[in-house]
């Protein structure tokens, strides 16, 4: 099952924070993040392992609760290059298949 | 390395035609994938090799796909007959992903095949 991202879309103004959540009804072994913009490849963001600490990326981090099926990405001081469509990747089976999520479009303004 | 590279980056073509898309994965990964994306299901994995051989095929929508990756450098998705419903974003991504005690690393994208089959 495809995993379900809530927010479906935010709007924020820069400087301002943003949550993401990723949920899963399977068990996980791993979550990815991805960012994608209009018309362009996504590109990763980070990567968290169950069992692992909580990941950052510049002022992006992420978290993983394997007893919740979840994981949430949090984005702190936002700019406007941070705009574009959030997806997370889900493996539910060790073996790397990784689902990726309904995505959550962010538009960050000036 | 010049990334992930699929070809072509547009495909327009009639129903009923056979179409091949094309990807060259970053020299040294062992992870292929296949993924296809459109706004209504968004982004659908559709198979992955490993070492050139297909793991997990699951999400093939139907026999009219096929996918080949007759070496380390080479991959292929065909779609014989294409119909309309089949026009999306298809994607290809390598990962130098290793089984084991390594740590999983990040899925590399390329920039996609926009087919549109009218």
């Known amino acids: 099952q495809q995993p379900v991202q809530s927010p479906q879309a935010v709007i924020l103004r820069e400087g301002e924070d943003a949550v993401i959540n990723c949920s899963s009804s399977?068990?996980?072994?791993?979550v990815h993040w991805y960012r994608q913009k209009h018309g362009e490849a996504p590109v990763f963001l980070m990567i968290l392992l169950k069992g692992g600490e909580q990941m950052r990326h510049e002022k992006i981090s992420a978290s993983f609760n394997e007893k919740k099926q979840q994981s949430s990405l949090y984005l702190t001081a936002s700019q406007l290059s941070y705009s574009g469509t959030y997806f997370c990747?889900?493996?539910?089976?060790?073996?790397?298949?990784?689902?990726f999520g309904t995505g959550t479009r962010l538009k960050v303004l000036a | 390395d010049a990334g992930v590279i699929q070809s072509p980056r547009h495909e327009v073509t009639e129903m009923g035609q056979e179409v091949t898309l094309r990807c060259k994965p970053i020299?040294?990964?062992?992870?292929l994938f296949w993924y296809r994306q459109t706004m209504m299901r968004g982004l659908e994995l559709l198979i992955y090799?490993?070492?050139?051989?297909?793991?997990?095929d699951s999400g093939m929508p139907e026999d009219r796909f096929s996918a080949k990756m007759p070496n380390a450098s080479f991959s292929t998705l065909k779609i014989q007959p294409s119909e309309p419903r089949d026009s999306a974003v298809y994607f290809c991504?390598?990962?130098?992903?290793?089984?084991?005690?390594?740590?999983?690393?990040?899925?590399?994208f390329g920039q996609g095949t926009r087919l549109t089959v009218v």
């Open positions: 020299s040294g990964h062992d992870y």
């Open positions: 090799f490993n070492n050139n051989v297909p793991i997990d």
């Open positions: 990747g889900t493996d539910s089976s060790g073996t790397y298949k990784y689902i």
């Open positions: 991504a390598s990962s130098p992903l290793r089984m084991g005690w390594t740590v999983n690393t990040e899925a590399f």
């Open positions: 399977k068990a996980l072994y791993s």
